[in-house]
């Protein structure tokens, strides 16, 4: 459909603002139709002639139909239905045609509609461009990489070693790991299942040749898949440290993932998928892998496999069954912390060592021994006041302190009832401003049995409800026992430093005499200690001065009047009585008395061995406490 000759020449229309332009030619073809041919340029601004469109970047904006011509239409589309009956019937019918056609004609705008068959011509310049800084974060997908297509052998660790991209990578415990060296492992960047013999490379460095460019370079398999799911076996020393850190261990299961072995104090083993016991004596380990799993999450096609059992199901725990987890034993690693036990000398020591055994751990209980439960309870701060009664909030009481802020003991002021708990107050005398009371739970009980396994049996029932934290102990029985004094002697001067267990025999018994055969020298059991006191005269003859072979001098006193020093430690019980009805006379400047009492309390030696190396833990401390029960009515003249 040429066009076969220009009815009229261009006509161009010109912006006044911009240099935006519209032309038109139009045409006619050989089967008479008209052919309109329009062209519009965009000025500068971007903006077409008349308000036609714009030019934003890349995309373009043009009006291409207009609605400035009218045409000639019915106001309706229907005839008048009674008139047009009326007039088919009798032509009764009369009046205009409109009438019968259907009403009045009208006029409507409508506009030049592009057709289906129109075509567009678009031309174009590219400006000039400008460069865009831009920031983009890709993580690439995973790649498996499957190391051991032609076999179903089991990959050892240990042993995967490949090129790929122009980067090696190797494996260790499941992991694989690349820009490793001879001091650093490298980074983590995929995973091997040594089961399957798949890679599975989520942080990879793209280089060489492409993902094509792969080399093999060290890969060991076993022809058969060697699994566990528990392990035996002892350490290569012995024994462990006890507690975190003496003993760790890991192990890959079959999936790849390293398992973990965490260790308390106790021995137990805990940790994902496994349980077990660490004996630290002898480093004895035991190790199940695995999970305790309910019947009900037991999928039916596991039923039958070797491991499920209905008659396991609520043996160990309630409604669950154990499902192992198998790993692969040659990946297993461990390291522990053994101690060694040094000779010491026997001297420093004071005990032989060839007597202990070789751990140097002695049995503390043994059966016909008595022992003791108890439970110390530490109470608030709180401001006493006379007449105040203190209720511990425990019962059957074996001990109790009142203690200041700087948890020293106070002896006096109070009145305590061990049997209902709790302690009044009768006299705030020195007392500082807030006080503490401590108290102590304690049952005395024999044992009837001692197993190796640390537990022991009691012969009675204890009797009361202690709670977690109470503490067992072995108790040293000593038997009746009662204050007394073993000796007494003089010597005719003394220095008040140097003492002996007699009479110095270059110095020679003192004139004067104490008659403790006539006139004894009381000691009670509640002040008494064991103590060497001297008594030092002074030039009077009369005055002297006691000094202890541990306290120094604490008091002073004369032949001519009772002497009786208080023991501040027993609520003022004298450490002992001195009548002065058994004085002598011929005492002089320098001259020496010395009595030599023992306390009704038991001597015990406290041995503490510490081993060399850096402390394990903050510093700690203990009480040394004695029990007695007192003969009601009084057996002996010793009270």
């Avoid at 308390?264 to 994902?272: A, K, P, Q």
């Avoid at 199940?288 to 499920?308: C, K, L």
Wanted: net charge negative; glycine share 10%.
């Amino acid at each position: 459909m040429a066009i076969k000759y220009v009815t009229r020449p261009f006509t161009i229309s010109t912006s006044n603002t911009t240099s935006a332009t519209l032309s038109e030619q139009t045409g006619t073809t050989n089967d008479s139709r008209i052919i309109v041919a329009r062209r519009a340029t965009a000025g500068a601004d971007g903006k077409f002639i008349n308000g036609m469109g714009t030019v934003v970047g890349r995309n373009v904006s043009l009006q291409v139909v207009s609605f400035d011509r009218k045409t000639e239409t019915y106001k309706s589309d229907h005839e008048d239905a009674e008139a047009f009956e009326k007039s088919i019937g009798d032509g009764s019918v009369t009046g205009d045609s409109g009438s019968i056609k259907g009403g009045e004609y009208g006029t409507s705008s409508v506009g030049e509609e592009v057709l289906s068959n129109s075509s567009f011509v678009a031309r174009y310049r590219v400006g000039a461009s400008a460069p865009r800084a831009k920031n983009q974060t890709y993580t690439p997908a995973e790649v498996v990489i499957d190391l051991c297509p032609y076999t179903t052998h089991l990959i050892l660790a240990g042993s995967v070693l490949f090129r790929w991209m122009g980067t090696n990578y190797r494996d260790q415990d499941g992991v694989i790991y690349r820009g490793f060296t001879d001091t650093t492992a490298g980074i983590a960047c995929g995973q091997v299942n040594y089961e399957s013999g798949l890679v599975t490379m989520y942080d990879y460095v793209v280089g060489g040749t492409g993902p094509s460019d792969f080399q093999l370079l060290s890969l060991w398999t076993q022809a058969q898949q060697w699994t566990t799911a528990s392990l035996f076996f002892n350490t290569e020393a012995s024994p462990l440290r006890a507690g975190p850190g003496g003993f760790v261990l890991s192990v890959v299961d079959t999936q790849g993932t390293t398992l973990w072995a965490n260790v308390d104090v106790n021995g137990n083993i805990t940790g994902l998928h496994m349980r077990g016991k660490v004996d630290f004596a002898r480093g004895g380990v035991e190790l199940q892998f695995g999970d305790f799993v309910s019947e009900a999450s037991v999928p039916p096609a596991q039923t039958d496999e070797w491991w499920y059992s209905a008659a396991d199901v609520g043996v160990v725990e309630p409604g669950k069954t154990w499902r192992p987890w198998p790993v692969l034993p040659n990946t297993l690693s461990y390291s522990a912390v053994s101690m060694i036990f040094l000779p010491v000398d026997v001297d420093l020591m004071g005990i032989d060592p060839a007597a202990l055994p070789a751990d140097g751990r002695v049995i503390f209980a043994h059966v016909g021994e008595t022992a003791t439960t108890g439970k110390n309870y530490y109470g608030p701060e709180f401001e006493p006041a006379v007449g105040m009664v203190y209720d511990v909030g425990h019962e059957r009481l074996s001990l109790v302190q009142v203690v200041g802020p700087d948890s020293a003991e106070i002896f006096t002021g109070y009145e305590q009832d061990l049997d209902a708990g709790t302690v009044r107050f009768t006299d705030l005398t020195g007392y500082p401003e807030k006080v503490r009371v401590n108290a102590r739970v304690e049952v005395y009980s024999q044992l009837a049995e001692v197993r190796i396994d640390g537990r022991v049996r009691l012969k009675n029932a204890i009797g009361y409800a202690f709670p977690a934290g109470a503490v067992f102990s072995t108790a040293l029985r000593q038997g009746d026992r009662f204050a007394r004094v073993s000796r007494f002697y003089s010597q005719k001067t003394w220095d008040g430093i140097k003492w002996y267990d007699g009479i110095d025999p270059a110095i020679g018994e003192a004139i004067g005499k104490y008659q403790a055969d006539v006139v004894a020298i009381e000691v009670n059991n509640l002040g008494t200690i064991t103590q060497r006191w001297g008594f030092k005269f002074r030039a009077d003859g009369v005055t002297f001065d006691l000094i202890g072979n541990k306290l120094g001098l604490i008091a002073t006193g004369n032949i001519n009047q009772d002497f009786s020093p208080p023991n501040p430690q027993a609520s003022g019980a004298p450490y002992f009585t001195m009548r002065a009805a058994g004085w002598s006379g011929g005492w002089i400047n320098n001259h020496a008395a010395f009595i030599a009492p023992v306390a009704a309390e038991s001597q015990i030696a406290l041995i503490r061995c510490v081993q060399p190396g850096s402390p394990a833990g903050p510093s700690d401390s203990f009480w040394l406490v004695q029990r007695g029960d007192v003969g009601n009515p009084p057996e002996s003249s010793f009270s």
